[in-house]
C-alpha cells in the first residue's frame, strides 16, 4: 500500500455500533459517536440506519437507509416503516435512472440488418 490507498481510521468520526433486529422486518443500526478512548462522545448526535432486504427475481436487494429525524431509539423504532418506504423509492427512482441510461447507451442498427457500409456503426 503506498500513502495514497492507506487504509487509516478518521480518530475524530468514530462510532460504536449498536445492532436491533424484530427478526421479521430488518435491522436497526445505532451509531454512538465516541471518542478516540472509547468514551461517548455527547457533542455528536447518534446515528440511525435502517435496512431491509427486498425480494426481486434477481435475489435479495438490501436497501438501507437514514432515520434523520430520529433522537432516540424509540423514535428511530417508531419512524422505521416510513424510512423504509422512503428508501424503496428512492432506490426504484435510481434503478429506473440507471436502466435509461443503459437503453440510452444502446447501439442500433440501421433497417435492413447488418453493419452499414465501410463496417462503421452510427450512434442513433
Do not use: C, W
Not at 424484530?22 to 435496512?51: E, F, H, I, S
Not at 435510481?94 to 465501410?118: D, T
Amino acid at each position: 500500500m503506498n500513502a495514497q490507498t492507506e487504509a487509516s481510521f478518521d480518530i475524530d468520526n468514530l462510532y460504536r455500533e449498536e445492532s436491533y433486529t424484530d427478526r421479521r422486518v430488518g435491522t436497526l443500526r445505532v451509531l454512538v459517536p465516541v471518542k478516540a478512548d472509547g468514551a461517548a462522545d455527547p457533542v455528536r448526535p447518534t446515528l440511525y440506519v435502517g435496512q431491509i432486504q427486498v425480494m426481486t427475481p434477481m435475489g435479495a436487494l438490501p436497501i438501507t437507509f437514514e432515520l434523520d429525524h430520529a433522537k432516540s431509539l424509540t423514535e428511530a423504532l417508531a419512524g422505521f416503516a416510513e424510512g423504509a418506504k422512503t428508501g424503496i423509492e428512492e432506490t426504484m427512482r435510481e434503478l429506473q435512472q440507471m436502466r435509461r441510461e443503459q437503453a440510452s447507451s444502446l447501439v442500433i442498427p440501421e433497417a435492413g440488418g447488418g453493419l452499414p457500409a465501410g463496417g462503421r456503426i452510427r450512434m442513433p
